[in-house]
């Protein structure tokens, strides 16, 4: 009877690991259906979007999820994400490419503030000198004006 017995629990306790077992794969299958079902294939390039489709159906359609699927997803996330490092590394030089070449502009425009300064003083001295060419005329004539009346006036009998 304590064969009986011990071969009872034995089954039951194997019962019990199968069925953890089976909750465990079903738990990580709904897992990976999630996480595939959140995969985003805006943006890929075309051949990788296809991929995670196919990867992405397989493993979100499988009602039982096999290692070979996972491997599959696994595969083409990895492909995917070795590619947006390599794109980001890209942008990376990028982006401090554009910051040096920004820096530098702002370099030179602090260095042609002084030379802005000096040309808005130009156009200020050209302006009033506009006015003074447009009063010459004026003052050409009240001086021939001053003139006639000094004659005049030298002309006058005391």
């Not at 294939?41 to 992405?56: F, N, V, W, Y």
């Not at 096999?66 to 890209?90: H, I, K, N, T």
């Not at 050209?126 to 002309?155: F, H, N, P, Y």
Request: net charge neutral; aromatic share 4%.
């Amino acid at each position: 009877m304590l064969k009986t017995d011990y071969y009872y629990q034995l089954s039951e306790r194997l019962k019990t690991l199968a069925k953890d077992k089976n909750t465990a794969a079903k738990t990580q299958r709904a897992n990976m259906s999630f996480f595939a079902g959140r995969a985003v294939t805006e943006g890929l390039p075309e051949e990788d979007a296809q991929a995670l489709k196919a990867a992405k159906g397989t493993v979100i359609t499988a009602k039982e999820l096999q290692p070979e699927q996972v491997d599959a997803l696994v595969e083409v996330l990895s492909g995917v994400c070795a590619r947006l490092q390599l794109q980001q590394g890209e942008l990376a030089q990028q982006q401090t490419a554009a910051q040096k070449d920004r820096d530098e502009c702002m370099k030179r425009i602090e260095a042609a503030q002084p030379l802005m300064q000096r040309f808005k003083e130009l156009e200020s001295a050209e302006k009033t000198l506009q006015e003074c060419a447009a009063q010459a005329d004026e003052i050409e004539k009240k001086r021939g004006l001053i003139g006639k009346i000094r004659d005049m006036t030298w002309a006058l009998p005391s």
